[in-house]
């Protein structure tokens, strides 16, 4: 049983270029939250994905954008990047169940570096 | 706004003895809490959580206290193990805010032979 995938690992962009990070959920899980982790901060959360629709977001601008498919793999696009992005984005899945607490499980991350 | 804070950045136990790790929280509509263990190069690894309706909550080594009044949660690790060597992260959401979490900056705990 696969878990929460991520890709690529690693990227190196420059300033003004935009990015397309990618996550494929745990086996089972039809919800995709993406966190931004700023170096030695705790992950920051951008937004969630729920039947293809962004359901949560959080104090990110609009140059942060997703998208969810129908297998519910997600897209995290981020545009004119500044070299305040260069962090490390978690994509986390879960299953929207009856309560509110779904536990999140977590990708390795993709290490983003804005030059 | 950092509604959920961990004071301590660092943590250095010995082996075998009792790792505490601490955490505080400003909202109270904050209602379920977790930790989370992190390991380089990997995501965060879901712990252990706690519902706002109980004050504690035991998995094995680890359990959670809660003092809602206090607005303050603690990880307690017993006995601690060199693979306890991680960061910790404590995380909190609200019911109102469906799914939201609120993560504090973490504490690298490390736990000698």
């Known amino acids: 049983d696969a878990g929460v995938t991520q890709s690529p690992t690693h990227l190196i962009k420059t300033r003004g270029q935009q990015v397309t990070l990618r996550c494929s959920p745990k086996?089972?899980?039809?919800?995709v939250s993406w966190y931004q982790q700023a170096l030695g901060q705790g992950p920051q959360f951008i937004f969630q994905y729920y039947e293809e629709e962004e359901r949560q977001r959080g104090n990110f601008p609009d140059r942060f954008s997703g998208h969810q498919f129908p297998n519910y793999s997600s897209e995290l696009n981020v545009n004119a990047l500044l070299l305040g992005d260069s962090a490390l984005y978690l994509c986390?899945?879960?299953?929207?169940?009856?309560?509110?607490?779904?536990?999140?499980?977590f990708g390795p991350g993709t290490r983003l570096t804005v030059l | 706004d950092q509604q959920v804070k961990q004071n301590s950045p660092s943590l250095s136990v010995q082996e075998g003895r009792i790792s505490i790790l601490n955490c505080d929280y400003t909202?109270?509509?904050?209602?379920?809490f977790l930790w989370y263990k992190k390991y380089p190069a990997e995501g965060p690894t879901f712990l252990i959580s706690?519902?706002?309706?109980?004050d504690k909550n035991e998995d094995g080594r680890f359990t959670v206290f809660l003092n809602k009044s206090a607005k303050h949660l603690s990880l307690h690790i017993v006995p601690s193990q060199p693979g306890d060597s991680a960061v910790y992260f404590c995380?909190?959401?609200?019911?109102?805010?469906?799914?939201?979490?609120?993560f504090g900056s973490g504490t690298k705990l490390n736990v000698k032979p």
């Open positions: 706690i519902s706002s309706i109980k």
């Open positions: 909202n109270s509509m904050f209602d379920y």
């Open positions: 986390a899945s879960s299953l929207t169940g009856q309560t509110y607490t779904d536990t999140q499980y």
């Open positions: 995380a909190a959401s609200a019911q109102y805010n469906f799914n939201k979490f609120y």
């Open positions: 086996s089972g899980h039809d919800t």
